[in-house]
């Protein structure tokens, strides 16, 4: 992988995805929930939705069972939430992406009451999240569909550019990082919902394309919520399709396959472990119903909550999403 300057990240401005609040219906490409959403660090995932029209969060902790509302921007602008341990505090740290400039914002739980900026990306980038270097910390990367490459942290880099790039899918893929080969670093994929293929370039083959692993398993309006849903250490490759509201697994410890049928058609599908057993929940945010349908995995009981939030509230795990 080459050196690239951070400006010229910013020089590409044709947009594959935008939030478009004229426009009515929400179309979510990807759940990257595999980072989790553990806000007070006791090792059981907090529920946690996204009001993006006044920017404020809206978050339930397990350690106290209180119910918390946190305005974070006074702006106009749209903000995501690209919530991951940046750190490496065992906590789930406040990080946003300003779609429209490539500015990212985060708020480490280890430095409580101090904001870093930075810019890392233009309007038609995604912003995925990595963990190149160190287990469960993570570093801000994007992936830019129209050119086809990631920009990733360079690891104590002390001259010239502290991001390299790595080229890997196009304009109609969705991007994603997991640790699919089990080594602690995360994997680079993406899935191009034309031929339901995942394009998978490991960190235990050094990146290389020619050693990486496609695997057909998805189509059309799928939507892709990749975890270790069978708690083997590795990434596991899964979808959600709205269209039948099942979900579709590929194990990648042994390749199997198994099919759950969960949700409603206008769900937002991603997975978190609400209940510290090892293994992530299916968990569904229903953005019309303002509610939560829960399945535990291990004990196929099925848990619904109903929340006060504001129209329009979304799930606030890292989704890549666009409205039309």
């Known amino acids: 992988m080459k050196p690239i ?7 590409f401005s044709l947009p594959t995805f935008l939030l478009d609040f004229k426009k009515d219906k929400l179309i979510i490409l990807a759940s990257l929930s595999n980072y989790g959403c553990d806000f007070d660090g006791d090792k059981l995932g907090d529920l946690a939705v996204w009001d993006p029209h006044k920017n404020t969060l809206y978050f339930q902790l397990t350690s106290d069972n209180k119910f918390y509302v946190k305005k974070f921007f006074d702006s106009d602008l749209n903000y995501n939430p690209v919530f991951a341990d940046y750190d490496g505090d065992g906590k789930t740290d406040f990080v946003f992406y300003q779609i429209d ?3 990212w914002i985060s708020y480490l739980s280890s ?11 233009a309007v038609c980038d995604h912003p995925v999240p990595v963990s190149l270097y160190t287990p469960k ?4 990367a994007v992936w830019r569909p129209n050119a086809g490459i990631w920009a990733l942290p360079i690891a104590n880099e002390q001259e010239g550019s502290p991001y390299s790039v790595h080229y890997q899918g196009g304009a109609s893929d969705s991007a994603f990082a997991g640790d699919y080969d089990g080594d602690g670093k995360s994997d680079l994929g ?7 293929f995942w394009h998978i370039d490991k960190s235990s083959t050094k990146y ?3 050693q990486g692993e496609s695997v057909q398993h998805g189509t059309g309006w799928d939507i892709i919520v990749p975890n270790d849903y069978d708690a083997d250490g590795k990434c596991d490759l899964v979808f959600w399709r709205p269209e039948d509201q ?3 697994f590929i194990y990648s410890s042994n390749q199997s396959k198994n099919n759950i049928k969960f949700g409603d058609k206008d769900d937002i599908p991603s997975s978190n472990d609400l209940n510290g057993d090892g293994t992530p929940e299916l968990v569904m945010w229903n953005m019309n119903k303002k509610s939560w349908n829960i399945l535990d995995l291990k004990t196929q009981q099925t848990y619904s909550y109903k929340w006060e939030v504001p129209d329009g509230s979304l799930s606030a795990t890292s989704v890549l999403e666009k409205y039309e």
Not at 190 to 196: A, C, K, L, M, N
């Open 5 to 11: 300057l951070i400006l010229s990240l910013l020089l």
């Open 101 to 103: 400039s490539g500015q």
């Open 111 to 121: 430095q409580p009451g101090i904001s870093h900026k930075m810019f890392l990306g």
């Open 137 to 140: 910390k993570y570093d801000i």
């Open 190 to 196: 993406i899935w191009r919902s034309e031929t339901g």
């Open 208 to 210: 290389d394309p020619n």
């Open 246 to 248: 099942t979900w579709y």
